[in-house]
């Protein structure tokens, strides 16, 4: 098996972007449908706070995947840290990063 035929095609949640990446490494978040956010992110005066996960949210959110160059702008943000980033927890790693230490 090679790494191409790992790859997949996916809808990117951020960007509306399509984009090619491997199943296995690809990012995802949850989102639940209903709001269109992850379960544990509410909006308050216009910008997004973490919260207790509500729990209906998290039984009806759904696998979104999200490209290396959303990523990269949450990562960038998270590093400038302030009010944008406080729902922000930690860097998340590339799904090409990823990928080539899992079939590496
Ligand atoms: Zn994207
Ligand atoms: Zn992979």
Redesign the pocket.
């Known amino acids: 098996m090679t790494a191409d035929d790992l790859i997949g095609m996916f809808h990117?949640?951020?960007?509306?972007?399509s984009?090619m990446a491997c199943p296995d490494c690809v990012t995802t978040i949850r989102v639940d449908p209903m709001t269109n956010r992850p379960p544990d992110v509410a909006i308050v005066d216009g910008k997004p706070v973490n919260v207790k996960p509500d729990p209906e949210g998290a039984h009806r959110s759904v696998q979104q995947a999200?490209?290396?160059?959303?990523?990269g702008?949450r990562n960038a943000r998270f590093e400038r840290g302030g009010p944008d980033a406080v729902h922000i927890e930690g860097i998340w790693e590339a799904w090409r990063d990823r990928h080539r230490r899992a079939h590496a």
């Open positions: 990117c949640f951020g960007c509306r972007v984009f999200v490209c290396d160059a959303c990523v702008l």
